[in-house]
């Protein structure tokens, strides 16, 4: 008997169980990881180096790690808060996965750590398909990149627990149309968090790391409707499965069933059919 078997579906079933395992890790520690997903040129490290800025100000213990396919010039730039901070190098690999993460946290991350900023390849495609083991997901949008970036990536900014606008000191220039962006985010992820941000003047990065220590404390608990949809969906695809092994408990022997459970909670559970002409394995990381 021959059984297909779906590469892409065992690569993320894989990256799910490093997930769960890194996310214990964390707990643990007491350490919070925050995964911040945008395009490129969105203003994600320039926000990122002004929070990393506030936490260590405010004595909040915060390290960061940052991908980029090539350069180490985002972790130069984050390094100017004080903040400890790592670069992960992908190679070529358009978003980071719980392993490589993982791997580059270990015998590094400074003991004590509260907040744990990840900062994703710029790509809003391939990582929303992969939990990294993170608490809160953070989808940014810059003013300058249109209104309609929620409705064109829906998994991206259906899977947040945040949504962040970025360079909003723009918006008027650019004649951003704030309802619009507001429709399309509620259209996607009802009930979302929304936080407009400048890097530049200051607005709204307070908020934003009020934000983040409160979902760091279980104080901010939403769950994205694409997660609870996923979710329900995994439920009656096993409810299919039990039925169907009760009639064929002949299964053949070494078929492996990759079902990609949720990780964690059904918050972690990721909607992958946007990504999934992107099941490339992770290569050359550094």
């Given at each position: 008997m021959c059984r297909t078997v779906d590469l892409h579906q065992a690569v993320l079933a894989k990256n799910d169980t490093n997930a769960v395992e890194l996310r214990r890790t964390l707990d643990d520690r007491g350490t919070t990881a925050v995964n911040l997903m945008s395009s490129p040129g969105s203003g994600k490290t320039a926000l990122l180096e002004a929070l990393l800025t506030r936490a260590v100000a405010g004595g909040i213990p915060a390290a960061a790690v940052t991908a980029d396919l090539a350069t180490e010039n985002d972790a130069t730039r984050l390094a100017r808060s004080g903040a400890p901070v790592r670069q992960i190098l992908t190679d070529g690999l358009c978003h980071l996965e719980a392993g490589m993460l993982g791997a580059k946290l270990e015998g590094w991350l400074p003991e004590g750590t509260r907040l744990l900023f990840v900062e994703n390849v710029g790509n809003l495609v391939c990582p929303a398909s992969y939990d990294l083991g993170e608490t809160l997901r953070i989808a940014m949008a810059s003013?300058?990149?249109?209104?309609?970036?929620?409705?064109?990536?829906?998994?991206?900014?259906?899977?947040?627990?945040?949504?962040?606008?970025?360079?909003?000191?723009?918006?008027?220039?650019?004649?951003?149309?704030?309802?619009?962006?507001?429709?399309?985010?509620?259209?996607?992820?009802?009930?979302?968090?929304?936080?407009?941000?400048?890097?530049?003047?200051?607005?709204?990065?307070?908020?934003?790391?009020?934000?983040?220590?409160?979902?760091?404390?279980?104080?901010?608990?939403?769950?994205?409707?694409?997660?609870?949809?996923?979710?329900?969906?995994?439920?009656?695809?096993?409810?299919?499965?039990?039925?169907?092994?009760?009639?064929?408990?002949?299964?053949?022997?070494?078929?492996?069933?990759?079902?990609?459970?949720?990780?964690?909670?059904?918050?972690?559970?990721?909607?992958?059919?946007?990504?999934?002409?992107h099941s490339h394995a992770p290569a050359g990381t550094s």
């Amino acid at each position: 008997m021959c059984r297909t078997v779906d590469l892409h579906q065992a690569v993320l079933a894989k990256n799910d169980t490093n997930a769960v395992e890194l996310r214990r890790t964390l707990d643990d520690r007491g350490t919070t990881a925050v995964n911040l997903m945008s395009s490129p040129g969105s203003g994600k490290t320039a926000l990122l180096e002004a929070l990393l800025t506030r936490a260590v100000a405010g004595g909040i213990p915060a390290a960061a790690v940052t991908a980029d396919l090539a350069t180490e010039n985002d972790a130069t730039r984050l390094a100017r808060s004080g903040a400890p901070v790592r670069q992960i190098l992908t190679d070529g690999l358009c978003h980071l996965e719980a392993g490589m993460l993982g791997a580059k946290l270990e015998g590094w991350l400074p003991e004590g750590t509260r907040l744990l900023f990840v900062e994703n390849v710029g790509n809003l495609v391939c990582p929303a398909s992969y939990d990294l083991g993170e608490t809160l997901r953070i989808a940014m949008a810059s003013v300058t990149e249109g209104e309609d970036k929620p409705v064109k990536y829906p998994a991206a900014f259906g899977l947040a627990h945040l949504v962040v606008v970025t360079k909003s000191d723009l918006a008027e220039a650019v004649e951003f149309d704030r309802d619009a962006f507001l429709g399309g985010v509620q259209q996607v992820n009802p009930g979302v968090p929304v936080i407009e941000t400048s890097a530049r003047t200051g607005e709204g990065v307070d908020a934003l790391l009020a934000h983040v220590l409160r979902a760091a404390d279980g104080l901010e608990s939403h769950v994205p409707v694409l997660a609870r949809q996923h979710e329900k969906h995994l439920h009656h695809h096993h409810d299919d499965e039990d039925a169907s092994a009760a009639d064929h408990s002949h299964a053949p022997s070494g078929a492996t069933e990759h079902s990609h459970a949720p990780a964690g909670a059904a918050d972690h559970s990721h909607a992958h059919a946007e990504a999934a002409q992107h099941s490339h394995a992770p290569a050359g990381t550094s």
